[in-house]
């Protein structure tokens, strides 16, 4: 390890050869020493999901050559677990998840493989960060992103971050020039309207493809959904105490 830079675990969701990890590994390694540890194949929607019924194959790869690189079958929080356990041996100074190919505001961080990589940090005492870009194009431009990332870096860097609190970074996909800044805010309370499509193989077996649209709820001036909308780059501290601790003393007056 190099002697005075910090230790940066990157991983994703979307594989190691996405064109979102490789603007985050470009970006982290201005700051410190860069190890990578990511899916071999995507693995997004996955959530917290854990490796536990197969084996979690993991090997040695050049794509970031000369960053130290390792592509797992495993899930994002496989990653982080062996990055930590079996690679580094130790806990990086900071762990950096995506640029994911599309949002992770509001409730979509409950299903995301690059926010739960991120919280599996912070479970672990890492400082860590979660990136995501509004654009699902394998292809879409990062130079916005990469700004936003580089100023978020620093001033985690400059300032730690809370015990078991990671941050939920949202991009908007616009250019340079539209982008308005970054704003810290709440999560919105919006969600997906499920819909199962029905149809059939080419056997005539059915199945089911899950669609729907993602609505906001609120409509709130100091969400992360309100200020993408306007240009923004949100940032809302994420931890994973899931505990209601408003309701908390009610249900102890039921007993």
């Not at 410190?32 to 536990?52: K, L, N, R």
């Not at 001036?221 to 994420?238: C, H, K, M, Q």
């Amino acid at each position: 390890m190099q002697e005075n830079k910090p230790l940066i675990l990157v991983t994703n969701d979307d594989g190691v050869s996405s064109k979102g990890i490789r603007s985050l590994v470009e970006v982290a390694s201005r700051f410190g020493e860069v190890v990578v540890v990511a899916p071999d194949s995507p693995q997004s929607g996955m959530g917290h999901a854990i490796t536990i019924h197969d084996p979690i194959r993991l090997h040695t790869s050049d794509i970031f050559d000369p960053i130290q690189a390792y592509a797992t079958s495993g899930t994002p929080v496989d990653c982080v677990k062996l990055a930590v356990y079996e690679i580094l041996h130790r806990k990086p100074d900071l762990l950096l998840s995506g640029i994911n190919h599309g949002s992770n505001a509001a409730t979509n961080v409950l299903y995301s493989g690059t926010m739960s990589a991120a919280v599996e940090g912070a479970m672990e005492g890492i400082p860590s960060i979660g990136f995501s870009l509004e654009s699902f194009d394998q292809d879409a431009d990062f130079e916005t992103s990469k700004k936003v990332v580089s100023d978020v870096i620093q001033l985690v860097l400059e300032n730690g971050l809370s015990k078991n609190t990671c941050l939920n970074v949202n991009i908007p996909y616009v250019s340079e020039a539209d982008f308005k800044g970054i704003k810290v805010c709440r999560a919105a309370h919006a969600f997906w309207e499920d819909r199962f499509e029905s149809r059939k193989d080419q056997f005539g077996r059915p199945y089911f493809w899950l669609t729907g649209d993602f609505v906001d709820q609120e409509k709130s001036e100091d969400t992360d959904l309100y200020w993408l909308e306007r240009g923004f780059a949100s940032i809302v501290p994420t931890q994973f105490d899931m505990t209601d601790y408003k309701a908390l003393e009610t249900l102890k007056n039921w007993m």
